[in-house]
């Protein structure tokens, strides 16, 4: 078995930055914007680099069948203890499969799905073409592809909000950062995303911003009270209409592209 980079940032990820406001709006807002396109469920989903599932077992719940490949064995192990907390009826809709996205084509035999979702992992690679090639070779005629990353319109923000002023004044002509679990990280921007889905057959149907709000709350040291029900819901309402409209959601820190392959 190959090292496991995330080892050491699998409870960091899965227990600390999922729990944290930021990852309470990430899964809500990029739920509700799925379901805007999904087609209702029974449909198949694959989840590449889907990590403990935070974002594709909401999915299951909602009666889709799920494929759940991450590299990772530490993840993975976070996603079958998640798993085990949900109803059997869910659990039997969960597939897990240990493998890199960079073989996905090979890795499902080839298998053909009615979403591909792929969250928070082209940030991580040199380039993001090879990946955006096996993402939409999976997804059947008519399906989505999802996808979402850092955006690199927006790298100045997190350094100016944390007040380091000559970092942010690099960071404009930037597309790389140390990220906050401390790996470094490269972003994208929605036309190069767009036009790379559309080199391989799938056509960009919308995008949106994933947070904004919380983000600076968070970066302005503002804490955010997780056992206030009604806050928290308000909260993640605003962020998915900020989502949604300009210039809001051209100001967030990561964007969601949602693409449908061409039949």
């Not at 889907?50 to 590299?71: E, N």
């Not at 998640?82 to 009826?89: F, N, V």
Request: some cysteine; hydrophobic content about 45%; proline content about 4%.
């Amino acid at each position: 078995m190959t090292d496991d980079s995330w080892a050491g940032l699998a409870d960091s990820f899965a227990e600390g930055a999922y729990a944290s406001p930021k990852g309470r709006v990430r899964t809500y807002v990029m739920h509700h914007q799925l379901l805007e396109h999904l087609a209702g469920p029974p449909g198949a989903v694959l989840d590449v680099g889907g990590g403990a599932g935070h974002q594709s077992f909401p999915l299951a719940q909602a009666g889709y069948a799920v494929t759940l490949l991450d590299p990772s064995a530490a993840m993975l192990d976070k996603a079958r203890e998640r798993l085990d907390r949900l109803p059997a009826e869910v659990q039997k809709r969960v597939t897990l499969l240990q493998g890199d996205g960079l073989k996905a084509v090979e890795l499902v035999g080839g298998r053909l799905f009615d979403a591909v979702l792929c969250h928070g992992v082209l940030g991580y690679l040199d380039q993001p073409d090879e990946l955006v090639s096996q993402l939409c070779q999976c997804a059947v005629a008519g399906g989505l592809v999802s996808i979402m990353t850092g955006n690199a319109n927006t790298m100045a923000i997190r350094p100016a909000l944390e007040r380091r002023w000559e970092d942010a004044l690099a960071a404009f002509d930037s597309t790389e950062e140390i990220g906050v679990l401390g790996v470094p990280t490269r972003a994208d921007t929605v036309e190069h995303l767009s036009e790379l889905m559309k080199s391989h057959g799938v056509a960009a149907l919308e995008w949106y911003g994933v947070w904004l709000f919380t983000d600076w709350l968070d970066f302005s040291g503002v804490d955010v009270d997780l056992t206030d029900s009604a806050q928290v819901a308000a909260m993640a309402a605003v962020e998915l209409e900020a989502s949604k409209r300009d210039p809001y959601r051209q100001l967030s820190r990561p964007f969601h592209l949602v693409g449908r392959k061409l039949t």
